[in-house]
């Protein structure tokens, strides 16, 4: 079964720096899907960012962006120009390539606090 | 406008009470899906359908149960065999996309809390 961590239950950053918020994961399979999901104090869960195992090419949404790193089974994501907005929990998430594999497995979750 | 709608937003059990959370879409998704999630325990699958009247236990099935008679709807009783159901409880739908790749995300709804009083 596939596994997600996120190693930090907690972090900070000030307002307008960047800041990476880690996550691994295992899996023995070859072609999947990686998504950071962002959770504000209103729990409505967001998509962030998604990425596909088969492209080299890191996924970029504005100021998010992902360091994919397929051997070492890793997902982080870098938030740049942070916004008291961006305060939320974030979660990353796996989801199978296979048909009929359609679940996400989810990370603990990070904690992200912004200070102005 | 096209979305998940969860209800109630607040629900409170008493004990031995069985209670259902009401899960539609109106995206045409196939699959919906129940996380339960606590503080510190990130989602975790409680039941998943992917077609109508079938549907699959996730990893903390014990104490639930589902149905999925419309493609629209897929309700979750939290029964009183569930001994500590007090948690937030998110619903989400997604796309199958049959003999290709997907990278379909989940569309999650706004969630709803249940107390055990």
């Known amino acids: 079964a596939q596994t997600v961590t996120q190693s930090q239950p907690e972090m900070s950053v000030q307002e307008a720096e960047t800041v990476t918020l880690s996550c691994t994961y295992d899996?023995?399979?070859?072609?999947?899907?990686l998504f950071w999901y962002k959770q504000p104090p209103s729990r409505q869960m967001i998509l962030v960012i998604r990425?596909?195992?088969?492209?080299?090419q890191n996924a970029t949404e504005n100021r998010f962006s992902v360091n994919f790193q397929k051997a070492a089974k890793s997902f982080s994501l870098k938030i740049s120009d942070s916004q008291l907005g961006d305060a939320a929990m974030y979660f990353c998430?796996?989801?199978?390539?296979?048909?009929?594999?359609?679940?996400?497995?989810f990370g603990k979750g990070t904690k992200l606090t912004v200070n102005p | 406008d096209g979305g998940i709608t969860q209800s109630p937003k607040y629900l409170f059990r008493k004990e031995g009470q069985n209670v259902t959370l009401s899960c539609e879409q109106n995206?045409?998704?196939?699959?919906m899906y129940w996380y339960r999630q606590d503080p510190g325990q990130g989602l975790r699958l409680i039941y998943y359908?992917?077609?109508?009247?079938?549907?699959q236990k996730g990893d903390i099935a014990e104490g639930y149960s589902v149905s999925r008679e419309k493609k629209e709807s897929f309700p979750l009783t939290v029964t009183s065999a569930q001994k500590n159901p007090t948690a937030f409880y998110l619903c989400?739908?997604?796309?199958?996309?049959?003999?290709?790749?997907?990278?379909?995300?989940?569309?999650f709804g706004s969630g709803t809390r249940l107390t055990v009083v």
């Open positions: 989400a739908s997604s796309m199958i996309a049959v003999g290709q790749l997907s990278n379909y995300g989940y569309t």
């Open positions: 899996t023995s399979e070859s072609d999947y899907y």
């Open positions: 990425q596909e195992a088969y492209k080299q």
């Open positions: 998430a796996y989801r199978s390539a296979q048909g009929g594999s359609e679940k996400l497995v």
């Open positions: 995206l045409n998704h196939d699959a």
């Open positions: 359908s992917q077609i109508v009247n079938d549907f």
